[in-house]
């Protein structure tokens, strides 16, 4: 949104090196801002510097313009590989298309309502998805990533203008629930880094990035946000 007021924080963790990354591009053309999360895949972070680059450059044609340039992206550095969410601002500032592949995640937040906007592709998923148990390792095995996913495989859903739009790496979603997202969103100065620290006082193993979005004007807490299909 043009007005937005947003904020990111990320720690390292107790991984050797940060392998997030976030970006922010506003369209010369309308003002408004895309956005993009990252987690790369291994201790290397240059590819999700370059998918989260890459996808908020080319966000003013689309969501699926942008997950094409950050996968051309990947694929011209050669190696490495990551997942990633985008949140591509709509027309007339009518709230957001979001695209993701792996378990990077978006949330909208509205009041005390937290919506996951995204379904994980993971392992883990997969097999609840056919009512069989999952095994806490499986939560971290990505089914599809920006250099491996087919067009088909890419996640989308489109979101009236929340409140908050919160961007989150598995650093942070795995360790704070919907409840605490509410309250620090709604009360925390600096809501990014209350989150990233937050993750960590609870024992995030991962990098922990948040990127959060404040859109104005706020919507009552009466609004419902739809959930997105897988």
Known sequence: ?????????????????????????????????AFALADGIGEDGTAARLAAAAAVRA?????????AAARHAVEA????DCVLVIAVPLPGEQGY???????????AVVGDAVTQLTTDHTLAQYFRDRGTPATPRMEHLVTASVRTAKPARIGYATVPTPAFLLLASDGVHRYVDGRSFARVLHHAPDPAAELVRLAVREGSADN???????????LPATVAIPAAAA
Do not use: H
């Open 1 to 33: 949104m043009r007005n937005s007021n947003w904020r990111t924080s990320s720690e390292r963790g107790p991984r050797r090196t940060n392998a997030d990354a976030v970006a922010s591009y506003a369209d010369p053309r309308t003002g408004q801002i």
């Open 59 to 67: 966000a003013g044609d689309g969501a699926e313009a942008a997950m």
């Open 77 to 80: 550095a050669g190696t490495g």
């Open 97 to 107: 298309e979001i695209a993701w592949v792996g378990d990077a995640r978006a949330y």
């Open 208 to 218: 922990a990035t948040a990127l959060v979005v404040q859109c104005p004007p706020a």
